[in-house]
């Protein structure tokens, strides 16, 4: 007799790997299937990792209520997972007062505590850099930034410890519904499941023709952004919005939990493809400086786009009308990464009607990935003595060491990509952008996973980086 | 038949004629004798050192070959390193004597920098 | 430990200094990362190498081979290898070093800088569009061809005239690929001349200048570039952008001196190295710097001899017979983009001035002159910016500040 599990969840992205692992930790069973080479390999991975506090939703809508209750949820889920959560605060700047005064009581409204109007004289000393154009502001105390890749492998691996199944690179294509059980192939592996959740964000209609669940009205926003070297940290130490228009929240100038400073996102419609573009680049220049001086984009260290999928103007969290134990994650842009613990609850103890415990089965706990740079020096030492691979350093720009991405290689997660072990242990992620490393990095993974350099790839089946011997 | 070249032998890149009349050949558009001489060269038989690796049981190794050889024997020659099978090779190991008939070696110019598995 | 001397970095730069430092009985250790002494020499295959120090014509890793061999024969280098500097601490005199033994504090009494440079990056040129497998920078597709014998394509676009990206376009060639074209968004390239001849002429690739791509197009791998000219303030032309078909990027835009270790010395935003005087000293009397750490060399030979300098002002700064006078301006008319060195010490004795200029010349005298004075002249055909020149005076007749300049002497 084939395992029934209690759900089955189509992509791992930030609310597919909490709603997966807070099934798992409250007592259920579930198989988190992902199409790409790693979890967070779509949107998750792209975007400004920022806990917002929740003042910028319109009140009444999914998006406020998720965002205000998901980011209380954050310190709570960031220290049980052992992910790093950066308690900077945000300040949102412009020079009309009264849309800032609008802001701050939405935020009341919303439920946002610790919110401050300030005028220019008072910005000046938190943030000497503004531009002249700037007379007030607000600043909200408890956003937040966190690593949304590094939080998403996270959630999915304390699932996968405390009993759940993630496969990726699993391509679903087909479903079946039979007797009350679902039926999942690739083809290959069959999985059967009681629920179905589809968060496979940019790809949400095509897996609801599968499932034969309602479609929606999916648009594409590009979101464009630098990555600046880790030099030019003091532009912002804290997130600093502009004033948000009817679109977006704006481009904005934010420091990362690893010591780079984020400037974007553009948002443009487009297709689902990630890409940058001259007219973005073009517009973060522009809308950054006339909001901060020394924004020093010539220190990028790399540019990159995301897409997320829009449903009209909040998200969609429904149970299917079509389909029975079918859940519809679809639209989850902005503020998706916040509001993902609250969803995840929503998700299990309404829609599904199941009991969310997270200390229900919570057996084993999640050795978080911390990185050998960061110990004191006599636990580095002792490390090492135990295992010399940690005296190796491999990508020199941030200090990664032959242990540390051997130990990303032996996790509850199995990955054989390059982009992967970036996103775990940062080789690669410095200023030379794995120019001195990139070698080394096939080399441990292929050794590590007995595969040959061939096998390895960027991320996903079809990325190798090497096409054969020479002279071939 | 004038052929027109840039000389490479200092940053000046005097652009060059160069015409072969019965079996003299005349440079023309140099500055200095280091012009004439390349040119004299490039018409008659230009040469060129080729280097390459080869892939051993043991780890790749860097070969060239000892002296110039003709550069149109250049894509037969790296046909025929590329056929060398070796279990290991080391710094100075000739490996092909007179490669062609050009009079030049073969020789290792590096060892295997990394351990290698096939 | 305890050493007279300390050098990071064991490339050429690194292992001429410590030759020297070694030679004036100073104790010095080198601290490389790699697993061999070499640095960037090991995957440059290709010949052309030691013509001026070794008279002879060798290849990168020969060039390489024989340090090695005199550093064996030195007495007082010791070589760390495998070994990663985490820390300079400058207040004290001591560099951490991480290794497979743990992380040790090693005190010097000179330090060398000998750290190289890296290649400029996809990100730092903000190369559009889409981010699939397949692009690479020169000297990473270079190890992977000359190191591992691996191919990292079929069918390559080159982006940018560097010299490895040259070496690299014949490279590929030879194993295999079809290399089709060498894209340069100057109006010159960076490169060798030499290069251009025997790398791309021989093969028949073309070189475009006043090219670049405008946008890369694949989802997983690299699928083709649209690319196409540019005007001289770099903005696209976007009529006459075009698509070209291609499985492989490789960039060779430029390289950068490491100076992440040291990020807050004074950094010359020219060379994007450090300042140095004719010691090759910091403003730090007991750092020195040398090789492409400094400046982005053309010679791998010129690269030694500037490290034999510091290593020998290293070794007599640690045995305290180096005295740091009084220092005088190398001033420079405009078409000189920047000298090495950038101040010279008052005293005694020969110095090398290298430096670069901005665009061609022609048949010029190169003029060093004091207090209008002239101290130095030399004839020379031609320049450019992709060559370096070099003017060598005795610095005895010094007395105030001195002044390159290029002066044609054509009528």
Known sequence: ?472 | MKTNMICIMCPLGCELTVEKVDDEIKVSGNNCIRGEKYATSELTEPVRVLTSVIITKNGVVSVKTDKPIPKKKIEEAIKLIGNVKADKLNFGDVVISNILNTGANVVVTRDAVLDFKE | MQYDVVIIGGGPSGMAAAIESSKLNAKTLIIERNETLGGILNQCIHNGFGLHYFKEELTGPEYAFKFRELILNEKNIDVKLNTFVTNIDKENNVVTIKSSNGVENVKYKSLVLSMGCRERTAGNILLTGTRPVGIYTAGTAQKLVNIYGKMIGKNVVILGSGDIGLIMARRLTLEGAKVQAVMEINKTSSGLRRNISQCLDDFNIPLMYSTTIFEVVGEKRVEGIYYGQVDENYNKLEDTRKFMSCDAIILSVGLVPETDLVSDLKINRVTNGTYVNDYMQTEYDNIFACGNFLHVHDLVDNVTMESLQAGKCAALNALGKLERNKEFNVLHSDIVTYTIPSTIVKGEGKVDLKFRVRKKFVKSNLIVSCNDKIIAKKFVMAGLPGEMLTISFDKSEITGDINLEVKSNEN
């Open chain 1, 1 to 472: 007799m084939e395992k029934v599990y209690d759900a089955i969840i189509f992509g791992g992205g930030i609310i597919g790997s909490c709603i997966f692992d807070d099934l798992t930790l409250s007592g259920y069973s579930a198989v988190l299937l992902e199409i790409g080479g790693d979890v967070a390999s779509g949107t998750s991975k792209a975007n400004s990792g920022i806990v917002h506090a929740g003042f910028d939703a319109t009140p009444g809508t999914l998006k406020a209520k998720f965002n205000v209750e998901g980011s209380l949820m954050y310190p709570e889920m960031c220290n049980r997972v052992g992910v790093r959560l950066g308690n900077c605060g945000a300040y949102v700047i412009g020079n009309d007062l009264k849309k800032v005064e609008e802001l701050y009581s939405r935020g009341l409204t919303n439920g946002v505590k610790d919110l401050e109007i300030l005028n220019r004289e008072q910005l000046l000393k938190r943030i000497p850099n503004i531009t002249e154009n700037i007379t007030c502001g607000l600043f909200a105390k408890s956003s937040k930034i966190v690593s949304p890749y590094v939080l998403t492998i996270s959630l999915a691996e304390e699932g996968i410890l405390n009993g759940g199944v993630v496969e990726l690179n699993y391509n679903t294509i087909k479903v079946e519904h039979k007797n009350g059980v679902y039926e999942v192939t690739n083809g290959k592996t069959k999985y059967f499941g009681k629920y179905l959740i589809n968060s496979t964000g940019n790809a949400y209609n095509d897996m609801a023709k599968l499932i034969g669940s309602e479609t929606y009205d999916i648009k594409y926003k590009r979101g464009e952004y630098y990555i600046l070297d880790k030099s030019e940290f003091s532009v912002a130490y804290s997130t600093i919005f502009p004033l948000p228009s009817a679109h977006s929240k704006g481009i904005l100038v934010t420091p990362t939990v690893d010591g780079n400073t984020l400037v974007g996102p553009t948002s443009y419609e487009s297709d689902s493809s990630v890409k940058t573009t001259d007219l973005g680049l073009k517009e973060i220049k522009e809308k950054s400086s006339a909001m901060l001086n020394n924004v020093n984009l010539k220190k990028a260290i790399r540019i990159f786009s995301g897409v997320r999928a829009v449903v009209g103007d909040d998200f969609v969290i429904e149970k299917s009308k079509l389909k029975p134990n079918v859940i519809n994650l679809a639209g989850i842009c902005s503020p998706g990464l916040s509001s993902a613990p609250a969803i995840s609850k929503y998700v299990i103890s309404e829609l599904m009607q199941l009991t969310y415990d997270l200390k229900k089965n919570a057996k084993h706990k999640l050795v978080p990935y911390t990185l050998s740079k960061t110990l004191p020096k006599q636990e580095l030492n002792d490390l090492i003595a135990k295992d010399s691979d940690y005296g190796k350093v491999v990508c020199k720009c941030e200090d990664v060491t032959v242990g540390d991405i051997k130990m990303a290689l032996n996790r509850p997660l199995k990955i054989n990509s390059v982009d992967g072990i970036k996103r775990r242990v940062r080789a690669g992620m410095g200023r030379c952008q794995g120019g001195f490393c990139l070698d080394k990095v096939i080399s441990i993974i292929a050794e590590s996973n007995n595969e040959t350099l061939e096998d390895v790839c960027k991320e996903g089946v079809g990325t190798n980086f090497i096409v054969g011997n020479i002279k071939e």
